[in-house]
């Protein structure tokens, strides 16, 4: 079974992760780091989506817990992953109470 099969994001919506259109960019980040803070394959996923977070701006996908910034960061090393994650996860608990 390969780690996308695991993933806690299997069955929700798309949007949240990936459609800049659907929602205002702060709700949808927040929805989808819910997701991903439950998710058992963080860490793999994070390390398929490092490889492309290059100099796009334009990118507007959440994945693993990171907006396309935060991913261009960690692929420079001036943040860590685990930083990053213990802060959306924080906001994402916040939310659900
Ligand atoms: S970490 Fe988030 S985006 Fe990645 S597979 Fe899990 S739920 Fe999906």
Do not use: K, N, Y
């Not at 949240?16 to 659907?22: E, H, K, Q, S, T």
């Amino acid at each position: 079974m390969s780690w996308m099969q695991r993933a806690a994001c299997a069955d929700a919506p798309a949007a949240i992760f990936f459609d800049d259109r659907a929602l205002r960019a702060e709700l949808r980040f927040a929805a989808a780091a819910a997701v991903c803070a439950r998710c058992p394959v963080r860490p793999e996923c994070l390390d398929a989506a490092l490889p492309h977070a290059r100099g796009r701006s334009s990118d507007t996908t959440f994945r693993a817990s990171t907006t396309a910034a935060e991913r261009r960061r960690i692929r420079r090393g001036t943040l860590r992953r685990e930083d990053v994650w213990a802060r959306w996860d924080r906001l994402a608990l916040q939310e659900a109470t």
